[in-house]
């Protein structure tokens, strides 16, 4: 099934959840001299509109990115996600918003290299329209589950591989922990950053079970959670579970998304958690 577009979803929670902790992460690998790969296994666009149609049409960016108050401090994560959006609707207009693609661009230095597969036919088009002019970036339109399952030769020991799948199809719940067992045993040294929608059913704990069994104390969990409402049939949260992260990382996203959940919903609105760890008992992988 390839009916997903995020266009519908860009901006929204997840997407800021997701943005500002590669954002911290990026910034960690940009700032060592050492060159650094990213890998996206399901980039989408990698470029967004929030004034197109299908944004419009479901509004999720006005509960996310576009909730975001102005932070007080503009020397915190918040401010240089908020400072790295507006760089980045200087060239692409004032609605534009960035994917996962354009956050890890932004950070890429002469030698770096990109890594984009996106299988949805249209969805791959638009995003070769969007980065073919960059020789560093690598585009295939090839299942993201498959290149992370080959993943055995990175272009550099040092990166980031995001793995973002749409979830659209439940075998996708079983796929992320296959794939990552493979692509661990094939760059150890890599990071991993796994996104994945909290729904009221809670489908993806099994899942979150066997990433923490395969990654133990190398493995954290990050949750962000909306506020209540009364309409609780859709994503109701966010996860991340983040492997091999950096020295203190744990640390300095924990601070970033409690400022910024203040910032999006209000006071005491939403909030933040940090699960780190074994867990408790063991999980088979899926």
Do not use: C
Request: net charge negative; hydrophobic share 40%.
């Amino acid at each position: 099934m390839l009916s997903y577009q995020h266009a519908y979803h860009a901006g929204n929670i997840a997407d800021v959840h997701k943005h500002l902790a590669l954002m911290l992460l990026l910034e960690g690998f940009a700032e060592n001299s050492g060159a650094f790969s990213f890998y996206d296994s399901h980039a989408g666009r990698g470029i967004y509109d929030l004034s197109s149609p299908e944004a419009e049409k479901t509004g999720e960016h006005k509960m996310g990115v576009s909730a975001i108050d102005e932070p007080q401090n503009d020397k915190r994560a918040p401010a240089r996600y908020l400072d790295l959006i507006e760089t980045f609707r200087k060239e692409h207009g004032e609605h534009a918003y960035p994917g996962s693609p354009s956050i890890a661009h932004h950070f890429m230095r002469p030698g770096d290299k990109m890594f984009l597969t996106e299988l949805h036919p249209t969805e791959h088009r638009v995003l070769e329209e969007n980065f073919s002019a960059f020789k560093s970036v690598d585009i295939r339109k090839q299942d993201g589950f498959e290149m992370l399952s080959r993943l055995k030769y990175p272009h550099h020991l040092r990166g980031v591989a995001l793995i973002d799948p749409a979830y659209e199809v439940k075998t996708d719940y079983r796929s992320v922990p296959r794939s990552l067992m493979k692509a661990l045993s094939g760059w150890p040294n890599g990071v991993f950053v796994v996104w994945y929608p909290i729904l009221p059913d809670e489908r993806h704990k099994q899942m979150v079970r066997s990433l923490f069994s395969l990654g133990g104390n190398a493995v954290f969990e990050s949750l962000l959670m909306a506020p209540d409402v009364a309409d609780r049939r859709g994503m109701i949260g966010t996860g991340l579970m983040i492997f091999n992260a950096p020295q203190g990382f744990e640390e300095k996203l924990a601070v970033a998304m409690d400022e910024i959940t203040t910032l999006m919903f209000g006071e005491g609105l939403g909030s933040h958690s940090i699960k780190k760890g074994q867990p408790v008992g063991s999980a088979a992988l899926l």
